[in-house]
């Protein structure tokens, strides 16, 4: 058969949506480099280089860290199938698309789920998954999400062990926008499980799922009275990989791990704490820009996520038509709302690579122009706004 | 902290092993061709074209025909936790490591198993398949492995329709390393369901599962009573984002599929007939000269494996050496044995872009070197062997 298909021809997009974020190019020089064999020793370097890089981003000395071959989501379903058992009973804090995925992905499981609510675009109140903790419980797993993709939440784990503790349970978080932009404490927070994704704050493309479990979290593991529903994600079996025996398990996807070795790479050059300082900046910037125009937060200020930013729609404005023009004339991409957010906000990421005083203005420039064709006039000057907080 | 550690630098290898296969520089190129988001249009349109490209190599028009966000491996649970429900029943052929993975994989989904076994290095025989059709129907799954990657053995799938029919099943088969290298009739076999992975006969890198699926399998999906176990590889879900509504579900490996974009143009522009046969001339020319040397290749001609041929490791020969010295001096791998072949025969694939003249060539005279040197003298001159066989 003749085959009609081009070559893909990417344009040069700036991605400024929930991810993925713009990729450094000597990532994309890594990605494209020479695929050699996953029992190569070349790659089983790669490898243990990846997990050793790893561990300061999760600000963790987990033996077991390592990066699973799927995406974030992927990421969520390997600490649920790997921890819970049929019959088990787990507490989850839902308030936003990723607090209610971790509770379906739990009941896939067999587990008993208990969720503990806030209203979208607050974090959790501290109160109210104690108050759950000591009525409900015991509990094997406790979920919070530490960053809401959906509502660009941050919420700060460092009250959520006493919780844990109070209701016995091993403690979970979702970490897919915050870990290599916002600070992440791991062992000082007595997290026992965390999983983010590649395609976020580390700006490598989607593919991979760095994950990280406590030796309290393997320990159960090991202890298991059921197979792991899941042979793909089995940690038991994929651990025989990433560690020491080196047996095969599945193909890993040789090329995204270099994209992830050089990502962690730039990350560890720049310093973690310049790095997640340049996001605070360059965060506080654009909501500057974007509150000077007359457009609302709706996130308080000290719940927000430095890497995404929930922004109102205002009344009367087209959303898709705002998204649509802003990718078509100034190749920019920014997110729509989800869920209850749906055509309500949008989200705009400044995350990894992506995040720059370039983008920045840019974003508030064109966002301006994009509204006014809309017929929305912004109340004042976003990129002198931003501008000038980032002179301070 | 200080970085102590160097950009990825991979070596050029020479990949004749089980896979990962040798990947053309455009499919490189492409992997790193810069990020866009997923819901981007440009992506959009790279998804379709996958889809329309991938239906001829497995010869079907299966509308449910995409590439799952993960390895070979996930494309395979992928089947059996979406078609399978606690309490059904699977009839499994079992002649190697892959068809005991199947019966694995069924078992984590809570369906009661029963095997059909053929010696490692053999085909099924289909009247066994049938005999257990009858004595144990009706089933709601069987399935077969079309290309047993841990022996190098092909299965006809043509008797395999009439057998699945006398119990009542649908038609699973593990295409993962005959997709794009031996001939795929999906529709005019009565296939149901079949995976592969991107990183054999496509010669795409791993990380990305191609399946498809027979309009009376999606039926299937839409009727169960029970969630599907796995929310990430749930194909109701993510068929809402791979067909019409687009609806978010998880962030698709974007590079991976501009490569697995590329890889099935080269293909397609190869033409599936001349690529078929290219895999056959060149695994026939390997096994002349093997042969020619004096080592043993345990798969009868008519059950061979093109893209991957079996040879035993002649007595007092040390597996690992040889293994080692092929790739220490001539950067060239090929794969050792798994599961009962294991340290008894090494498994040399000729795959995709790796299937060539020259390599064949390389291959036998490389290994001739590496048997010498472990004191093995062959009988007879495998290159000139290959080549007659590739004048022929």
Chains 1, 2 share one sequence.
Not at 4 to 12: G, K
Not at 17 to 45: C, E, I, K, N, Y
Not at 331 to 352: P, Q, V
Request: charged share 15%; proline share 7%.
């Amino acid at each position: 058969m003749p085959n009609a298909f081009q070559p893909v021809n990417p344009p040069a997009r700036v991605l400024l949506g929930p991810g993925p974020s713009d990729v450094a190019p000597s990532v994309l020089r890594a990605l494209g480099s020479p695929t050699v064999g996953h029992l190569d020793p070349m790659f089983l370097q790669v490898m243990d280089e990846v997990r050793a890089m790893l561990r300061p981003l999760f600000g963790t000395t987990n033996d077991m860290t390592m990066p699973m071959s799927g995406t974030g989501s992927a990421g969520m379903e390997t600490l649920f199938v790997n921890l819970l058992e049929p019959g088990d009973k787990a507490l989850i804090g839902v308030h936003g698309v990723f607090g209610g995925r971790m509770a379906e992905v739990a009941r896939r499981c067999g587990a008993e789920v208990v969720t503990v609510e806030a209203p979208w675009g607050r974090a959790l109140d501290p109160d109210d998954l104690m108050a759950a903790a000591k009525a409900h419980g015991p509990f094997k797993v406790m979920a919070v999400v530490h960053a809401e993709t959906s509502t660009g939440v941050l919420q700060d784990l460092a009250p959520m062990r006493a919780i844990a503790d109070a209701c016995g349970a091993l403690l979970l978080t979702d970490c897919v926008t915050s870990l290599g932009g916002v600070r992440i404490d791991l062992d000082a927070h007595g997290v026992d499980a965390a999983y983010s994704g590649s395609q976020k704050c580390l700006s490598c493309p989607p593919g991979l799922a760095p994950i990280s479990l406590s030796d309290r979290a393997v320990k159960v593991l090991t202890t298991r009275s059921h197979p792991v529903q899941s042979w793909y994600l089995d940690l038991n079996l994929i651990a025989n990989y990433w560690g020491g025996a080196r047996a095969y398990h599945h193909t890993a996807p040789v090329n995204m791990n270099y994209a992830l070795h050089e990502a962690l790479r730039l990350a560890l050059d720049e310093g973690l704490e310049a790095r997640i300082v340049r996001h605070a900046r360059h965060a506080a910037a654009l909501s500057a820009g974007l509150e000077a125009m007359g457009l609302s937060l709706p996130v308080p200020p000290a719940e927000r996520l430095a890497p995404l930013t929930l922004v109102g729609i205002p009344d009367g404005v087209d959303d898709k038509a705002v998204r649509g023009r802003l990718i078509q004339q100034y190749g920019l991409e920014i997110g729509g709302g989800l869920g209850k957010f749906a055509g309500k906000a949008w989200r705009i990421g400044l995350m990894g690579a992506a995040s720059t005083p370039r983008n920045v203005t840019l974003c508030l420039a064109a966002l301006g122009d994009a509204l006014r064709a809309e017929g929305f006039s912004p109340t004042g000057d976003g990129v002198a706004a931003a501008a000038e907080a980032l002179q301070a």
